[in-house]
């Protein structure tokens, strides 16, 4: 058995020939640890340094951006050297991604990265767990940036909630939403919308019957697996499953003629940047990349979440508009205090925060925050304490608005319908559902975009300068409608942008914001 101490840290130390990888400090596992099993393996994702800094503001073809901002050859090769020399096999490297995958028994990732993973159970799940900082050998001190995956317990959650059978008088669907939301006229032909899925899966008979049941094509949707997963329906369907549903079936109900791309990745930092990277760099690029699965960013390494944020500023450098879910645990993010979930609070991606809407003929009744109250869940939302507030947000008085005097990133950019009482008709696993929570806003806005992407015939990104161009404290710009009523804890909605519902939901003439028209 290999073992692991369970009451001290590891700390990289000189004479193993270590240095310390900044960012790459974890707490101690709240939770009994035991030993590995003798002989055990496992893999992990290395990031590497770029090669040269992204230009700001400047939309780049993936050639180039591999050629000038990935990894370095020297620098792939040297670290394939390095951890060769070690006993590590590597098992892929991807320069434009700056991502070296690696796989090798447990004793010698130990030995390498100066640390001691043990086993542990969390909520039920078999996990491999680490504490302290990692190390990387000497060689690679300036190289590498991230060693992702080593302890590899669940890193997200979903963000979708389904409604209560007594709570289901209200649902819409994705058809509806779009005319209620005066999306303009196109079905995503000739676009390509990526998905990140961290479990689950979907089978094509319900695909199939639920498009049909809405009078629209079925999409082309291909099952992508990333770092040994796949596609695997039928286990979950309150769960991972129902996530799955939803997002395909919202994003190919507003762009039905779409071609839908779903990654499948472990539940881990490593395969959740893995996802990302391989949508990023998949031919064709995709216009927009939907992520309804997060965790409150403080629960992330700090290593993780640059990895990540690396990997958004590459989308969005290649027009990609990564769309991401705010959170459905209010203004807490579901821990004490104030808390905003990542990847939403990454100042790459629009964070797509929830409502709650009454339409009566086709025309909006109400719209306010969502907080369900007594029934659980609302939207997630807030500032930012690991991100700076961006340059394109600062007009909108994110600091004013927030009612704290943070000047963080602000949290969401946008919203639509996400409580679960009047929520999305679904289906998942043979089984009509009705669904909501922002992990639906976030499809939606991806289906908008593969829209307004047809319509233009370009891919978009980044919108964010666009989406705030004319936003001031208190204004919402034409092409969003504003939401005015309601709260998500501690953070009230107002005129212009807050950190409930953002600048607002789409409205006619989104078109023209998101392409600066």
């Given at each position: 058995?290999?073992?692991s ?10 004479e ?17 640890t ?5 002989g ?12 040269g800094?992204?230009?700001e ?23 394939t ?16 991604s700056?991502?070296?995958?690696v ?20 909520d039920?799940v ?9 190390g ?5 001190a ?16 979903t ?33 390509t ?8 899966g ?9 498009f ?9 949707i ?65 216009v927009?990349l939907?992520?309804?699965w ?34 459905d ?31 009566q ?16 869940g ?16 600062a ?17 969401p ?9 009047t ?6 696993d ?8 922002t ?6 806005w ?15 990104g ?10 001031r ?19 009230d ?9 953002g600048?607002?939901v ?7 914001l998101?392409?600066?028209?």
């Amino acid at each position: 058995m290999t073992t692991s101490p369970t009451s001290s840290t590891s700390t990289p130390d000189g004479e193993r020939g270590r240095r310390l990888l900044p960012g790459s400090e974890r707490p101690a596992l709240d939770a009994p640890t035991r030993g590995l099993p003798d002989g055990a393996v496992a893999q992990a994702t290395l990031v590497l340094r770029r090669h040269g800094d992204l230009p700001e503001g400047r939309r780049l073809e993936a050639a180039e951006l591999g050629a000038s901002y990935g990894a370095a050859p020297d620098d792939l090769a040297l670290v394939t050297r390095v951890l060769e020399a070690h006993g590590v096999t590597v098992l892929e490297a991807h320069g434009p991604s700056r991502r070296v995958r690696v796989q090798a028994p447990v004793a010698v990732l130990e030995d390498v990265f100066a640390t001691s993973l043990h086993g542990a159970s969390v909520d039920g799940v078999d996990v491999r767990a680490r504490e302290g900082a990692l190390g990387v050998p000497a060689e690679l001190a300036d190289v590498v940036t991230a060693v992702l995956g080593l302890d590899d317990r669940p890193q997200a959650r979903t963000r979708h909630v389904v409604a209560a059978a007594a709570a289901g008088g209200t649902s819409y669907t994705p058809v509806e939403l779009a005319q209620v939301y005066g999306m303009p006229q196109a079905d995503g032909t000739g676009q390509t919308i990526a998905i990140v899925e961290l479990g689950g899966g979907f089978d094509q008979q319900d695909l199939s019957t639920y498009f049909s049941g809405l009078g629209l094509p079925t999409p082309s949707i291909t099952a992508v697996g990333v770092d040994g997963a796949a596609n695997a329906p039928g286990q979950d369907p309150q769960g991972a499953d129902g996530e799955v549903l939803l997002d395909i079936e919202v994003a190919g109900g507003v762009a039905p003629r779409a071609d839908l791309v779903v990654y499948f990745a472990p539940n881990t930092d490593a395969g959740f940047l893995d996802a990302v990277a391989t949508a990023t760099h998949a031919t064709p690029t995709p216009v927009a990349l939907s992520i309804s699965w997060g965790q409150s960013e403080d629960q992330w390494t700090a290593q993780a979440r640059t990895a990540m944020d690396q990997a958004f500023a590459d989308a969005e450098a290649l027009g990609v508009v990564v769309l991401t879910a705010a959170g459905d645990s209010g203004s807490a993010d579901g821990a004490a205090g104030v808390h905003v979930d990542f990847p939403s609070a990454s100042p790459h991606t629009v964070s797509c925060g929830g409502t709650s809407l009454t339409v009566q003929g086709g025309r909006v009744v109400s719209e306010t925050v969502w907080d369900g109250g007594a029934r659980g869940g609302a939207t997630g939302g807030g500032v930012s304490d690991t991100f700076p507030l961006p340059s394109w947000q600062a007009g909108a008085g994110v600091g004013d608005r927030s009612g704290t005097t943070a000047t963080g990133r602000g949290v969401p950019d946008v919203a639509a319908v996400a409580d679960p009482a009047t929520g999305y008709r679904v289906l998942v696993d043979g089984t009509p559902q009705v669904i909501g929570g922002t992990s639906a806003v976030a499809p939606l806005w991806a289906g908008l975009v593969a829209r307004v992407a047809q319509l233009s015939r370009r891919r978009l990104g980044p919108v964010q300068p666009h989406l705030y161009a004319a936003a001031r404290p208190g204004v919402t710009p034409a092409g969003l409608r504003d939401v005015t009523t309601g709260s998500n804890g501690a953070y009230d909605a107002a005129p212009g942008w807050d950190a409930c519902t953002g600048l607002g939901v789409p409205a006619a003439g989104v078109d023209a914001l998101l392409t600066g028209g």
